[in-house]
């Protein structure tokens, strides 16, 4: 039984890798860590837990003694430097360093190829000093990701970006579905 630690997995893609994952693997169990515990999937196997991903001692409070892979699914761009900083890279720091210490298999990311350059700036960064670590990391770099029950603005300008993409393959959006499917292959390849 594979036991999998999701550091934001509430979230519109954390729930597409939770249920792409259970389809893959039926016996693994999820430990879906986030500040309010709240998750629309509803499965023995996931278990929601309250915690500050920001904060290690909060996190590895929660979590079980054994974990064979983490994932961080927190990240979005923000306006100012310290909440950017907070958001992205404070949570896969304290991903490194749970990785390291339970001596996972695996750890997975969410890059970003799409936004503001602060943010790209950053997803790049955070990448380059994670594989820097001992243990494997697996990432994926999406553009614009829709499908399933997104529907924001964002969502909206799909078709756009559709078209776009076909000029420029750093504008083609990408769905959800298949996103969390590449990551989950990345992560458990043997």
């Given at each position: 039984?594979?036991t999998?630690?999701?550091?934001?997995?509430?979230?519109?893609?954390?729930?597409?890798?939770?249920?792409?994952?259970?389809?893959?693997?039926?016996q693994?169990?999820?430990?879906?860590?986030?500040r309010?515990?709240?998750?629309?999937?509803?499965?023995?196997?996931?278990h929601?837990?309250?915690a500050d991903?920001?904060?290690?001692?909060?996190?590895?409070?929660?979590?079980?003694?054994?974990?064979?892979?983490?994932?961080?699914?927190?990240?979005?761009?923000?306006?100012?430097?310290a909440?950017?900083?907070?958001?992205?890279?404070?949570?896969?720091?304290?991903?490194?360093?749970?990785?390291?210490?339970?001596e996972?298999?695996?750890?997975?990311?969410?890059g970003?190829?799409?936004?503001?350059?602060?943010?790209?700036s950053?997803?790049?960064?955070?990448i380059?000093?994670?594989?820097?670590?001992?243990?494997?990391?697996?990432?994926?770099?999406?553009?614009?990701?829709?499908?399933?029950?997104?529907?924001?603005?964002?969502?909206?300008?799909?078709?756009?970006?559709k078209?776009?993409?076909?000029?420029?393959?750093?504008?083609?959006?990408v769905?959800?579905?298949?996103?969390?499917?590449?990551?989950?292959?990345?992560?458990?390849?043997?």
């Open positions: 039984m594979a999998i630690v999701l550091l934001g997995g509430n979230g519109y893609i954390g729930r597409s890798v939770t249920k792409h994952w259970l389809k893959k693997d039926p693994a169990h999820f430990w879906v860590v986030s309010t515990g709240n998750n629309k999937l509803n499965d023995i196997r996931i929601n837990v309250v991903v920001t904060n290690y001692e909060a996190v590895v409070a929660v979590i079980p003694e054994k974990i064979d892979y983490i994932v961080d699914l927190v990240g979005r761009p923000e306006k100012n430097d909440d950017l900083e907070l958001i992205n890279r404070v949570p896969a720091d304290v991903m490194k360093k749970i990785a390291e210490n339970y996972v298999k695996a750890m997975g990311f969410i970003g190829t799409l936004g503001p350059k602060s943010f790209t950053m997803k790049t960064d955070i380059e000093q994670l594989k820097k670590g001992q243990i494997r990391l697996e990432v994926v770099e999406p553009t614009l990701v829709y499908g399933e029950d997104r529907n924001d603005s964002l969502s909206k300008m799909v078709p756009i970006f078209f776009l993409g076909i000029f420029s393959k750093g504008l083609k959006p769905l959800v579905t298949q996103l969390a499917e590449e990551l989950v292959q990345k992560i458990i390849r043997r």
